[in-house]
């Protein structure tokens, strides 16, 4: 039974990538095509392997859902930077981020990006704050206690890479010019976007959804590992 979505609904899936997940989902290993397999057998950690094929797995069930299609039989088109869509069916639209142990992919009938971050307590962010964030960014950060720095600078990148997802350009060069608006309507491409953070379900996780702007959306949550989706 095809899986309708509402014109106003966002729908987030999230997955804890553990071992359970990796056993569960190795036997839909033949419904990924070939670009993706070899995709999986270039990593050489086994550990980076295993996500990327519970990933595109989850992905391709999702999709099968919502189009009606054996999940085996879609084929995943990519833009000239890597945003993801499908031509046989126009009106869903997704987008999929992955970070350490988690998977957030977002399903709607229009445009969508996702990004989902761990907030690695080893990483110092001062090393890149010039390359990724505006000046008002930086002295939004440095007025900051230093214990709260770091979640911050987290804040702005999942907004951006969600913008810059939603839009199909991906992470570019230019990221010290892009500033997210204080409320979180921004104009980008000559296009009204709207970011929002979504519920990791992990304090150690950080989320932003884009979209294209609408009024009154309404966004789903659901845990692949807990519905019985699959």
Not at 4 to 31: P, R, V
Not at 69 to 74: F, K, N, Q, S, V
Not at 109 to 130: A, K, R, T
């Amino acid at each position: 039974m095809i899986r309708e979505l509402a014109d106003d609904q966002i729908e987030i899936w999230q997955a804890d990538l553990n071992e359970y997940m990796f056993l569960k989902f190795s036997y839909y290993f033949y419904i990924l095509s070939e670009e993706e397999k070899r995709n999986a057998n270039s990593f050489k950690m086994e550990y980076h392997k295993k996500c990327y094929i519970v990933s595109h797995v989850i992905l391709r069930l999702l999709l099968s859902k919502y189009t009606d299609r054996a999940p085996e039989l879609i084929t995943i088109y990519k833009n000239k930077y890597g945003k993801p869509f499908i031509k046989s069916n126009k009106l869903i639209k997704f987008n999929i981020s992955h970070s350490k142990a988690k998977l957030a992919i977002v399903i709607a009938s229009f445009e969508v990006g996702i990004d989902i971050e761990y907030i690695n307590p080893n990483f110092d962010i001062h090393e890149i704050l010039d390359m990724t964030l505006s000046e008002n960014e930086k002295l939004n950060i440095k007025k900051l206690e230093s214990n709260v720095q770091k979640k911050q600078f987290y804040m702005y990148w999942t907004q951006k890479e969600a913008l810059l997802k939603v839009v199909g350009t991906g992470i570019n060069k230019d990221l010290n010019k892009l500033e997210i608006s204080n409320n979180n309507i921004n104009i980008y491409k000559r296009k009204k976007w709207i970011i929002e953070p979504f519920d990791s379900f992990d304090k150690n996780y950080i989320g932003h959804v884009a979209s294209k702007h609408k009024n009154n959306k309404i966004i789903q949550y659901y845990n692949c590992n807990k519905f019985g989706l699959f």
